[in-house]
């Protein structure tokens, strides 16, 4: 499927880009996401969170979050309301880290979208919102079916 195909040319520049940081901070490619998540996403910092809205396995976050605790990147808190309920927060020596990978972005960005308009740029983001918000529809009408 053409999509498909293309999309993992894509995936693998990003991963081009951010490797060249994972490879200067001694990182996984998960342990990398999962901190730019984190950055990028404030409001989404649990465990849980992380899972759904990235689509990894929680095994792979628990893994990837046990290993970015133990190099002080980030720290987890407990709810004193809810013990259940854990926070992920960055801690400032992750701040090079991000600081590197919000530039890595912005590479991957500006390259990727080389020769657009703002209109085309506009109009790509529309068309992959509809794509991925239909794909989400599909995955939950699924997940229904299986129940």
């Known amino acids: 499927m053409y999509f498909w195909d293309k999309h993992k040319t894509i995936i693998s520049y990003y991963e081009l880009l951010s490797g060249a940081v994972c490879d200067r901070y001694e990182l996984t490619q998960m342990e990398y996401d999962i901190l730019m ?17 990235r689509k990894s396995t929680k095994s792979h976050v628990s893994t990837s979050l046990k290993n970015l605790e133990n190099k002080g990147l980030v720290e987890r808190k ?15 020596k992750a701040e090079l880290i991000v600081e590197a990978g919000l530039n890595a972005q912005k590479e ?3 390259n990727v979208l080389s020769g657009m ?18 794909a989400e529809k599909c995955l939950r009408e699924h997940k229904e079916q299986d129940l």
Request: glycine fraction near 0%; proline fraction near 2%; aromatic fraction near 8%.
């Open 78 to 92: 407990q709810s004193k309301e809810n013990k259940k309920h854990i926070e992920i927060f960055l801690l400032d």
């Open 117 to 134: 308009t703002d209109e085309e740029k506009h109009m790509c983001m529309k068309v992959f919102d509809k794509i991925c918000n239909n």
């Open 37 to 53: 998540f984190l950055h990028n996403n404030p409001q989404n910092n649990t465990a849980a969170e992380i899972v759904k809205i």
């Open 108 to 110: 991957f960005a500006k």
